[in-house]
């Protein structure tokens, strides 16, 4: 079983994109014994299987028009995400093999190039909400794609601020491009950038986050403990967050708060880099 954060790191896709497509259902977790919600290794590879997609040059927006097709289609097909392959029709499109056949998610055989162009131009319940919003998504989209090359870093900023223009109230963008004005040592624009996500979305996870990682650099520890707790409220198993919690109320000589995050940390990475250290807070 594996966190956001380690799931994001082994697939090398940042943590906000990986949220995000949690978020419109694009991917899923599963729960462990605990009833606790993870990846398990079979989620692991549908993200692998969208990752390679995009790699392939087909749009996540295609993808997810796909997805819902394919849902409505072919409801007995598990894990269609994994079952998706790029089409011989080219142009970025899409198709499954499905009863021997090499099927389109709008039911057309793959070969059937014209009419299968035809049914993938309906609009999807995000389309229908707007071009502005639909706009929107194909720029936050794009910049998730050029954030993680440090060469294109200018590029990621303009695709994130194309999309709130278009729309102002998308707080995964705004946080998204904190993050890279942090990348690029502007502190104070990076601070500008999560608070707005902030004020579009309370409860926003990384943007709590990492603004608690910038009240803390900055010596404002109680401001950092607001943000982690409030990280916590969104996601009380973000490992991440109790392991720095842990650690800050150590510096405010906090040891019994400090040794119940650690119990929490230990309880989500038995095994990680800090499990040892965890144990030892926890024995002591």
């Known amino acids: 079983m594996y966190s956001r954060a380690d799931t994001a790191k082994i697939l090398r896709v940042s943590s906000e994109r990986l949220r995000y497509w949690e978020r419109t259902e694009l991917v899923s977790r599963s729960?462990?014994?605990?009833?606790?919600?993870v990846f398990a290794f079979e989620d692991l590879l549908q993200v692998r299987s969208l990752l390679s997609l995009v790699e392939e040059g087909v749009s996540v927006r295609r993808i997810r028009r796909s997805l819902e097709a394919l849902r409505d289609r072919l409801p007995e097909l598990e894990r269609p995400l994994r079952a998706l392959r790029?089409?011989?029709?080219?142009?970025?499109?899409?198709?499954?093999r499905h009863d021997d056949a090499l099927i389109e998610p709008d039911g057309q055989l793959?070969?059937?190039?014209?009419?299968?162009?035809?049914?993938?131009?309906?609009?999807?319940?995000?389309?229908?909400?707007?071009?502005?919003?639909?706009g929107a998504l194909a720029w936050f989209e794009r910049g998730c794609e050029l954030d993680a090359e440090p060469k294109r870093l200018r590029e990621a900023i303009d695709a994130y601020r194309q999309a709130i223009t278009l729309d102002p109230d998308f707080a995964d963008a705004h946080c998204n491009l904190g993050?890279?004005?942090?990348?690029?040592?502007?502190?104070?624009?990076?601070?500008?950038?999560?608070?707005?996500?902030l004020e579009r979305e309370p409860s926003h996870l990384e943007a709590h986050f990492n603004l608690?990682?910038?009240?803390?650099?900055?010596?404002?520890?109680?401001s950092a403990v607001h943000h982690y707790k409030a990280a916590l409220q969104a996601d009380p198993f973000f490992s991440d967050a109790h392991l720095n919690l842990a650690l800050l109320y150590e510096k405010l000589e906090l040891n019994r708060m400090a040794r119940e995050h650690w119990r929490l940390y230990l309880q989500q990475v038995p095994d990680?880099?800090?499990?040892?250290?965890a144990r030892q807070r926890v024995d002591e």
């Open 212 to 222: 608690a990682n910038l009240c803390e650099e900055d010596g404002r520890r109680e």
């Open 110 to 134: 793959a070969i059937d190039f014209d009419a299968s162009q035809a049914g993938d131009e309906q609009p999807t319940p995000l389309e229908r909400e707007g071009e502005k919003q639909g």
């Open 31 to 37: 729960a462990d014994a605990d009833g606790r919600s």
């Open 272 to 277: 990680g880099n800090w499990s040892e250290i």
């Open 179 to 197: 993050t890279l004005y942090f990348n690029h040592g502007d502190r104070e624009q990076a601070r500008h950038w999560y608070a707005e996500a």
């Open 86 to 96: 790029l089409s011989t029709a080219g142009a970025g499109r899409v198709a499954v």
